[in-house]
């Protein structure tokens, strides 16, 4: 059977209900009543479009692996050993200051089917309105020895692009800003 | 204590441009504003991408499927049932995915403090339903017809009658956010996001099918519509 072509995307528009972002979505630290195992922090950062403009009501969802490097889906072999605490999944939105917030733990590494490994990282996606698309970037954490050779970041070329990816220490977390286009805009990932 | 579940491996493909949106598009301002400049990175997929979070109903409160309101209560507007299916590539449904559905009021009014239109609010209709799908992929939803509304400083562009969904499906890479549109809506023409999609066939993918006025309740309208998610089952790597 030939297969289907999947649905067009379009976007979330301005009117993405606020009930929608419910209370406590940005917060990835506790599930079932656990606490998550690992090293908790907060990212955070800025949104803004191109000549800078802080965006309103920008919608952030994010996934990633708990503190062993498990993702909580039956697709990962080790998924069994999952952290009983760790969800993997949140979403969050802008202020009218562009700045959003996640409370979450330091990713694990882990091993690639092939040996390589994968550095600790989280998939981000942005969706909100004038973006037809969502746009999908992946955050890398600064000082991890494993940035240099995991096989997604440096896949980005040229390579002074790929530091845009890495989120620097900043108070109780990391910060990760986000340009949608333009001066210092953020490198996104078609697939 | 580990689990052995038998899984099917995913394979997601690359997309065919002309069956998507160009990302920027003419007479829609905020598009050249917030949409790359630079050309998209290519990457090898990885476990991280071919995984999916599956406990959306744990995190996010269901608002249930009926939200047109009751007696006093019901919403003002032509009362519809949509009958929304979601597949995959293979055209195997995603049960158990949270769909989360929004819209305007008959006139054209969003429930949102960003919606500053002259057009009524309907004490009676929030406009959205937020659900999880049986294990046929399955979701019927009662609500209300959405207006059309102009589009404030667009040189009188008017949406049509649309409703906005987000699905998550089974890996990361097949999120969908999308809107539906009606059958013989005289804006759908004109409508320049639905426009700027350049296959003929993927544009009336995103239109709804009325069934036979029989085939629903007598008071309702009854639509049908399936969302394709990326991905399909794929042979394990070697």
Same mark, same amino acid.
């Given at each position: 059977?030939?297969?289907?072509?999947?649905?067009?995307?379009?976007?979330?528009?301005?009117?993405?209900?606020?009930?929608?972002?419910?209370?406590?979505a940005n917060d990835?630290?506790?599930?079932?009543?656990?606490?998550?195992?690992?090293?908790?922090?907060?990212?955070?950062?800025?949104?803004?479009?191109?000549?800078?403009?802080?965006?309103?009501? /920008?919608?952030?969802? $994010?996934?990633?692996?708990?503190?062993?490097?498990?993702?909580?889906?039956?697709?990962?072999?080790?998924?069994?050993?999952?952290?009983?605490?760790?969800?993997?999944?949140?979403?969050?939105?802008?202020?009218?200051?562009?700045?959003y917030r996640f409370?979450?733990?330091?990713?694990?590494?882990?091993?690639?089917?092939?040996?390589? /490994?994968?550095?600790?990282?989280?998939?981000?996606?942005?969706?909100?309105?004038? $973006?037809?698309?969502? /746009?999908? %970037?992946?955050?890398?954490?600064?000082?991890?020895?494993?940035?240099?050779?995991?096989?997604?970041?440096?896949?980005?070329?040229?390579?002074?692009?790929?530091?845009?990816?890495?989120?620097?220490?900043?108070?109780?977390?990391?910060?990760?800003?986000?340009?949608?286009?333009?001066?210092?805009? %953020?490198?996104?990932?078609?697939? | 204590?580990?689990?052995? &579940?038998?899984?099917? @491996?995913?394979?997601?493909?690359?997309?065919?441009?002309? &069956?998507?949106?160009?990302?920027?598009?003419?007479?829609?301002?905020?598009?050249?504003?917030? =949409?790359?400049?630079?050309?998209?990175?290519?990457?090898?997929?990885?476990?991280?991408?071919? &995984?999916?979070?599956?406990?959306?109903?744990?995190?996010?409160?269901?608002?249930?499927?009926?939200?047109?309101?009751?007696?006093?209560?019901?919403?003002?507007?032509?009362?519809?049932? @949509?009958?929304?299916?979601?597949?995959?590539?293979?055209?195997? +449904?995603?049960?158990? &995915?949270?769909?989360?559905?929004?819209?305007?009021?008959?006139?054209?009014?969003?429930?949102?403090p960003n919606d500053?239109?002259?057009?009524?609010?309907?004490?009676? #209709?929030?406009?959205?339903?937020?659900?999880?799908?049986?294990?046929?992929?399955?979701?019927?939803?009662?609500?209300?017809?959405?207006?059309?509304?102009?589009? +404030?400083?667009?040189?009188?562009? !008017?949406?049509?009658?649309?409703?906005? #969904?987000?699905?998550?499906?089974?890996? !990361?890479?097949?999120?969908? *956010?999308?809107?539906?549109? #009606?059958?013989?809506?005289?804006? =759908?023409?004109?409508?320049?996001?639905?426009?700027?999609?350049?296959?003929?066939?993927?544009?009336?993918?995103?239109?709804?099918?009325?069934?036979?006025?029989?085939?629903? +309740?007598? =008071?309702?309208?009854?639509?049908?519509?399936?969302? *394709? *998610?990326?991905?399909?089952?794929?042979?394990?790597?070697?």
């Amino acid at each position: 059977m030939p297969k289907l072509t999947p649905t067009a995307e379009i976007t979330l528009g301005p009117f993405f209900p606020t009930r929608y972002v419910d209370p406590g979505a940005n917060d990835l630290t506790r599930r079932d009543g656990c606490a998550a195992r690992g090293e908790r922090l907060e990212l955070h950062g800025r949104v803004v479009q191109e000549g800078g403009a802080p965006m309103d009501n /920008l919608v952030l969802e $994010i996934w990633q692996a708990d503190a062993q490097g498990i993702f909580r889906d039956p697709r990962d072999p080790r998924h069994g050993d999952a952290d009983p605490g760790f969800a993997g999944w949140g979403r969050a939105a802008t202020g009218k200051d562009g700045r959003y917030r996640f409370t979450t733990i330091k990713p694990g590494a882990y091993a690639m089917p092939d040996g390589r /490994l994968r550095a600790p990282h989280v998939n981000v996606i942005v969706l909100f309105s004038g $973006i037809m698309r969502h /746009l999908q %970037t992946v955050l890398f954490f600064e000082g991890e020895p494993g940035n240099e050779a995991d096989p997604v970041l440096t896949a980005v070329q040229p390579a002074a692009l790929r530091s845009r990816l890495v989120a620097r220490r900043e108070g109780d977390g990391y910060r990760f800003d986000i340009a949608l286009r333009g001066d210092g805009e %953020t490198p996104f990932f078609d697939d | 204590m580990k689990t052995m &579940t038998t899984v099917t @491996l995913y394979r997601v493909d690359p997309i065919d441009p002309a &069956t998507q949106s160009p990302r920027v598009v003419p007479g829609y301002r905020q598009t050249a504003l917030r =949409n790359p400049a630079l050309p998209l990175q290519r990457r090898p997929l990885t476990r991280s991408e071919l &995984t999916a979070p599956r406990e959306q109903a744990a995190r996010l409160a269901q608002l249930g499927a009926d939200i047109a309101g009751h007696g006093a209560t019901q919403a003002i507007g032509q009362l519809m049932h @949509l009958r929304l299916k979601v597949v995959d590539e293979d055209g195997a +449904p995603v049960g158990g &995915t949270m769909v989360e559905m929004w819209q305007s009021n008959a006139a054209g009014r969003y429930t949102h403090p960003n919606d500053d239109d002259h057009a009524p609010v309907d004490p009676n #209709f929030y406009g959205a339903a937020r659900v999880l799908t049986d294990e046929s992929g399955a979701i019927e939803i009662r609500t209300i017809k959405p207006g059309a509304y102009p589009v +404030p400083d667009s040189g009188h562009w !008017w949406r049509p009658p649309h409703i906005h #969904f987000s699905v998550w499906g089974k890996v !990361w890479l097949s999120r969908l *956010v999308t809107q539906m549109f #009606f059958p013989g809506e005289p804006l =759908n023409a004109h409508d320049r996001i639905l426009y700027a999609i350049p296959s003929a066939a993927a544009r009336e993918s995103l239109v709804c099918r009325a069934l036979p006025t029989s085939e629903g +309740p007598s =008071n309702a309208l009854v639509f049908e519509f399936q969302l *394709v *998610v990326r991905g399909c089952a794929a042979t394990p790597a070697a």
